[in-house]
């Protein structure tokens, strides 16, 4: 605690990350704050990231923290913030664990969560067969069974965007929709049949989802899930208290 950093980091993803690198070689005293659970981590890889393309995602933190390790005054706690106070030029943090940190910046990369929709059987398959951005993982699923699962008004373009890897795809709202006419009559010309009955399961092996099931009895096979993302503040955005 009396220690007082330059810079403390919350959060220690790929954006954390590469502010401890940048940091670390500038020579200042940095804390990375990271409680080692990242958003990824139930995925088998990670995509979109130029001479990494296809790594496991502990694998890509190792080679970060790794990579860092080279600068000395980078560390890192496997902690979670819970609580900031302070000013501009003395913050102090105080952790789960009972430590605190003072620092003269703060730099919040906690990222954030997928909130899944609560359907029974989609945790079984998230990270695996199912997912929620289909530029991290449409390549895989390219021209398979698909099943796009969202609502709200952005249900229309998210449809058309996997449409892009997949012509086979069916599109569920789990409940009334919110389609205009014309956005209805464009999934019926592009083949993407509409259903917007409740789903009562996903069905799934090992991960690798085989049907959709919806309370009405209808059964719909698929080899693969999109479901729209929400997201919310990763749980180790702390609380802040008396910070200017």
């Not at 080679?63 to 005054?73: K, R």
Request: hydrophobic share 40%.
């Amino acid at each position: 605690m009396d220690q007082l950093l330059d810079a403390a980091i919350i959060g220690g993803g790929p954006a954390g990350l590469n502010a401890a690198l940048v940091l670390g070689r500038a020579r200042k005293n940095v804390i990375v704050i990271d409680e080692g659970l990242p958003r990824n981590r139930v995925t088998h890889e990670s995509h979109g990231f130029l001479t990494r393309d296809g790594i496991k995602p502990d694998e890509f933190r190792r080679i970060a923290v790794e990579q860092i390790g080279a600068y000395p005054s980078v560390r890192f706690v496997a902690d979670i913030a819970i609580e900031i106070a302070g000013a501009d030029g003395d913050f102090k943090i105080a952790t789960k664990k009972g430590d605190s940190y003072r620092a003269k910046k703060l730099l919040f990369a906690v990222g954030k969560k997928d909130r899944l929709p609560e359907i029974e059987g989609l945790i079984d398959v998230y990270g695996k067969s199912a997912f929620v951005c289909p530029y991290c993982d449409g390549w895989e699923l390219r021209d398979r069974e698909l099943a796009v699962i969202a609502k709200g008004e952005h249900i229309f373009h998210y449809a058309k965007t996997i449409h892009g890897w997949s012509d086979r795809i069916s599109l569920f709202t789990n409940g009334p929709h919110e389609l205009t006419d014309a956005q209805r009559e464009e999934l019926h010309v592009r083949n993407i049949p509409l259903h917007d009955g409740r789903i009562c399961r996903i069905v799934s092996e090992n991960g690798m989802v085989s049907r959709v099931e919806l309370e009405d009895g209808l059964s719909v096979p698929c080899a693969g899930i999109f479901s729209r993302r929400r997201w919310w503040p990763a749980p180790t955005c702390p609380k802040r208290s008396a910070v200017s």
